[in-house]
Structures are given as structure tokens and as C-alpha cells.
T-cell receptor, first 115, second 110 residues
């Protein structure tokens, strides 16, 4: 399998549930990202991992907890979410070889609905 | 406050004509700009990029123009094809941060 994959593609959860989103990249990249896309809003960068270390955490509520066990896998653990957290969650990866150019490649996203 | 703006939510163009998608940004520290294309139920797909040291980059039917003094970016598609119908996002990068616009939905009419 090539590119960036995400599972599940769709998730419906209650506010008291705990669930996890999974992302896997098969591109040999060393940086991975989580984004949130809400309706009629730009993509919001949530977390950045570079060489398995978190390098950015853009004021994301603690009910979202990322985990990067290795450079190919990224998880987003969810607990006690709110209905306003319903959105498309996109994972991306990039080569991050230094310099100023760094192109991200996206997975298909997980459509999350919080009831 | 949005640092990358796409002020046209939608655009319709006749097949064979030029499509011009526009993007404005506010942060002069951005050093790399990208365009992504997104079909429904898929993630964004990288299309073309440009470094801040250039003012034009061309790849087949796609050309990106950068006007740093105006903080303006545009994507030209010539000739437009029905398969180009999608949502186009512009993005800007500095350091670890990437900022995206809200997207422009392009419809190419056969």
C-alpha cells in the first residue's frame, strides 16, 4: 500500500466514549501532522511530529491526545469530545529534509461525528 | 485571524478556457507556498508549489504566480478540463507551521 492511509474513514461517537484515529504513511517521511477541517473553515494544524518528537501543539484541547510511536504511524486519541469537535480529521506526512521547502501529502481523512 | 485567504468560494469556467484561482496572505515570513486540490471524500492532493525566492513556477497546465509585494498568489490552469473540477486550497509555510485558505470550488463546464 502506498501513500498515507487513515482508519477509520468514518466514526460516530458519544461524548463519553474513548476512541483513536490511526494514520500510517508508506512514503519514508519523517514528519507527520494532524489537521482538523470544519465546515467552511480552513484546515487547522493541530499537531506536528518530526522524528517522532512533537514539535508543535497549536493550543489544542487536552481531550485530543496524539501519539507517534514511530515515523510511520501517528495516532489521535479522543476522549470526552464535544459536538463541536465533529469535523474531518486529516493526517499528513512530509520528508522534512531541511531547507525551506516541505511538501505535505495527505491521507483521505476520518469524518468524525460526536453526538 | 486568517493568515491565508481565498476570497472566492467558487469559480465556474468553460472547458478549454483559463481558470485563475487567487490567494492572499498577510504574513511576510512565509517562505513557501503550495496549492492543493481536493475531491469529495478524499484528502487534499499536492498540486504545485513555489518558493518565496521565485515569482513563477510552471508544471504542465498549471502555473503558480507569486507577487510578494502584494502578498498575493495565483494558480492558472490552462486549458481547463472537466476533471479539474475540485476544491483548490492554497497554503503557506514557515518553520513547522502550515496555514491553509478556506478553498475555492472550481467547476469546469464541458
Amino acid at each position: 500500500e502506498t501513500g498515507v492511509t487513515q482508519t477509520p474513514r468514518h466514526l460516530v461517537m458519544g461524548m463519553t466514549n474513548k476512541k483513536s484515529l490511526k494514520c500510517e504513511q508508506h512514503l519514508g517521511h519523517n514528519a507527520m501532522y494532524w489537521y482538523k477541517q470544519s465546515a467552511k473553515k480552513p484546515l487547522e494544524l493541530m499537531f506536528v511530529y518530526s522524528l517522532e518528537e512533537r514539535v508543535e501543539n497549536n493550543s489544542v484541547p487536552s481531550r485530543f491526545s496524539p501519539e507517534c510511536p514511530n515515523s510511520s504511524h501517528l495516532f489521535l486519541h479522543l476522549h470526552t469530545l464535544q459536538p463541536e469537535d465533529s469535523a474531518l480529521y486529516l493526517c499528513a506526512s512530509s520528508a522534512r529534509q531541511g531547507g525551506i521547502t516541505d511538501t505535505q501529502y495527505f491521507g483521505p481523512g476520518t469524518r468524525l461525528t460526536v453526538l | 485571524d486568517q493568515q491565508v485567504k481565498q476570497n472566492s468560494p467558487s469559480l465556474s469556467v468553460q472547458e478549454g478556457r483559463i481558470s485563475i484561482l487567487n490567494c492572499d496572505y498577510t504574513n511576510s515570513m512565509f517562505d513557501y507556498f503550495l496549492w492543493y486540490k481536493k475531491y469529495p471524500a478524499e484528502g487534499p492532493t499536492f498540486l504545485i508549489s513555489i518558493s518565496s525566492i521565485k515569482d513563477k513556477n510552471e508544471d504542465g497546465r498549471f502555473t503558480v504566480f507569486l507577487n510578494k509585494s502584494a502578498k498575493h498568489l495565483s494558480l492558472h490552469i490552462v486549458p481547463s478540463q472537466p476533471g479539474d473540477s475540485a476544491v483548490y486550497f492554497c497554503a503557506a509555510n514557515t518553520g513547522n507551521q502550515f496555514y491553509f485558505g478556506t478553498g475555492t470550488s472550481l467547476t469546469v463546464i464541458p
